[in-house]
């Protein structure tokens, strides 16, 4: 495009009217605002959310554990008792995970051996914010029923 063109480009004001009318088609549309705090949004399937560990089929093998790029699990297993509905060989007595250095990366739920549902996986809770690092430390127990969530007033 040559100076003349660019000249009456400029004088008609094309780039604003094209502009204008983006603005205009956006404006028209229904708007679908969220209150959080009152309406929660369901996440997606593929979600990745607080950490869980079911702790009736863990195995204690550690392989989260070695999987873990931030060294954030540690986990202590040792010989299952006799009368274990899961004929396990090990169980877990101490798994504890630091949630404010995981990556959610989902290199512990790969890794975990016993399939075809894990015994470590994702669940669907986003809120974790706490007011102390305290509670970023999850035992076994956390980790099996799930964070106690505050809800927000």
């Known amino acids: ?15 604003l009217l094209r502009g204008l009318s983006i603005t205009e088609k ?16 369901e996440p997606s399937e593929r979600f990745r959310g607080i950490l869980r560990v079911n702790r009736d089929t863990c195995i204690a093998c550690g392989m989260c554990a070695r999987a873990c790029p931030n060294r954030v699990i540690h986990i202590v297993g040792e010989k299952a008792p006799e009368d274990d509905p899961g004929k396990r060989k090990r169980v877990p007595v101490v ?4 949630l404010c250095r995981c990556l959610f990366c989902g290199l512990c739920t790969e890794a975990c051996p016993v399939k075809p549902e894990t015994a470590i996986y994702f669940s669907r809770e986003y809120e974790a914010s706490q007011y102390d690092r305290s509670g970023m430390v999850l035992d076994m127990e956390t980790l ?3 964070m106690k969530i505050e809800r927000y007033k």
Do not use: C, V
Not at 95 to 98: D, K, Q
């Open 1 to 15: 495009m040559g100076a003349i063109g660019q000249f009456i480009k400029k004088i008609t004001l094309i780039d």
């Open 26 to 41: 956006w404006f028209l549309k229904s708007k679908t605002t969220q209150q959080y705090p009152e309406e929660r949004r």
């Open 95 to 98: 798994f504890n995970l630091l």
């Open 144 to 146: 099996h029923r799930g």
